[in-house]
């Protein structure tokens, strides 16, 4: 595709259940970027992909979060026992360099946890 | 304190003013500073970068970087009701330093 794709678009779930949020960067990006936006605030990074490895997981909250990225392409973004707390924008960038200077974003997935 | 600090606004000026946006930041490793315009329910979008210290300037939009004072600034010249929209400012390191931080936005509205 033509930029970075996030499926769904928007999500609600109820607390304690588990979600998976997708992103399919764009083609031949090898570099991926997980973020969390909540309402007034800017993106807060949550983890960092370069091709198959997360080579930067620091900005994950805690254990209830993980991601993959199996082939180098396409990421999941998954949620355990979610909490209410969790409900925000959850945002995929991707980028052809180590550096994010150059960064495509997605649309994002609304989460809300009810 | 947060790493990135940035007036959330709103900010609202008339059509073809000049506008002003600032981040300020308190880690000196920050190297390469960039700014993004985020329209509602639409994800970033890279506007400008900077690398160190400098001006740069890309058709209406100036980007200018003082590390000494640790302050950045976006100008918007001859603004448009297009350029309605959030603007963050964002930062990060050199070494390996792939955890980009976002200011928080300021919103900016554009009167016709």
């Known amino acids: 595709g033509a930029g970075v794709s996030q499926t769904p678009s928007n999500k609600v779930t109820e607390k304690g259940k588990y979600v998976e949020l997708r992103c399919d960067p764009i083609s031949g990006h090898t570099a991926l970027y997980w973020y969390r936006q909540s309402l007034g605030q800017g993106p807060e990074f949550l983890i960092y992909?370069?091709?198959?490895?997360?080579?930067?997981d620091s900005g994950l909250p805690n254990d209830r979060f993980f991601a993959v990225r199996p082939e180098g392409s396409v990421s999941t973004l998954k949620i355990q026992r979610t909490e209410r707390g969790d409900s925000a924008v959850y945002l995929c960038a991707s980028s052809s360099r180590a550096v994010d200077t150059e960064a495509f974003f997605g649309q994002g997935t609304r989460l809300t946890v009810v | 304190q947060k790493e990135v600090e940035q007036d959330p606004g709103p900010l609202s000026v008339p059509e073809g003013a000049i506008v002003s946006l600032n981040c300020t930041y308190s880690n000196s490793a920050f190297q390469y500073f960039m700014w993004y315009r985020q329209y509602s329910r639409k994800g970033p979008e890279l506007l400008m970068y900077t690398y160190s210290s400098g001006n740069k300037e890309d058709g209406r939009f100036t980007a200018q970087v003082d590390k000494s004072s640790k302050y950045i600034s976006l100008f918007i010249r001859d603004s448009q009701p297009s350029d309605s929209a959030t603007y963050l400012c964002?930062?990060?390191?050199?070494?390996?330093?792939?955890?980009?931080?976002f200011g928080a936005g300021t919103r900016l509205f554009v009167k016709a």
């Open positions: 964002a930062m990060s390191g050199d070494t390996g330093g792939f955890k980009t931080i």
């Open positions: 992909f370069q091709g198959t490895g997360a080579a930067d």
